[in-house]
């Protein structure tokens, strides 16, 4: 021996998932039953467990990895499963003139009780709290 010490290198094991998540190690964007579909960047989110959109997965309100089709029973608060949507008022927006086109299946801001969209894809809440009134 010569004094030197061998180091063996330690691999870590990648770090178990949740049902239904995969892990990847430049993550990216996510759906949720209100916003399946979002607008992604190819930028590169932080490693770790993600719902594979690819897949049609989606995140609950209960931060679970679900099929896009079992959102019907777990939109967020202050939404509504749409089978066949319409488009969204905002605060910024509240009277959107809407066609009659068919929008994806998605948890909807049911207009018919006063709620709209807060920002893009933000939560649905009543006309009347938006900011600015």
């Known amino acids: 021996m010569t004094g030197a010490e061998q180091v063996t290198p330690v691999i ?16 990216s964007c996510e759906g949720d039953c209100g916003n399946p579909t979002p607008f992604c960047t190819k930028e590169c989110k932080p490693p770790g467990c993600y719902c594979p959109l690819e897949k049609k997965y989606v995140r609950s309100p209960k931060k679970d990895c679900i099929p896009l089709s079992k959102c019907k029973n777990n939109c967020p608060a202050n939404t509504t499963w749409m089978d066949c949507g319409t488009c969204e008022g905002t605060c ?5 003139v809407c066609t009659k086109e068919c929008k994806p299946p998605r948890c909807y801001c049911p207009a018919a009780k ?14 009347k709290d938006c900011p600015g009134r």
Do not use: H, M, S
Request: aromatic share 18%; charged share 25%; hydrophobic share 30%.
């Open 12 to 27: 870590e094991p990648f770090p178990t998932c949740k049902q239904n998540e995969v892990w990847k190690n430049c993550g």
């Open 114 to 127: 006063g709620y709209v969209r807060f920002g893009y894809a933000g939560a649905c809440i009543l006309a």
């Open 92 to 96: 910024y927006d509240k009277t959107r």
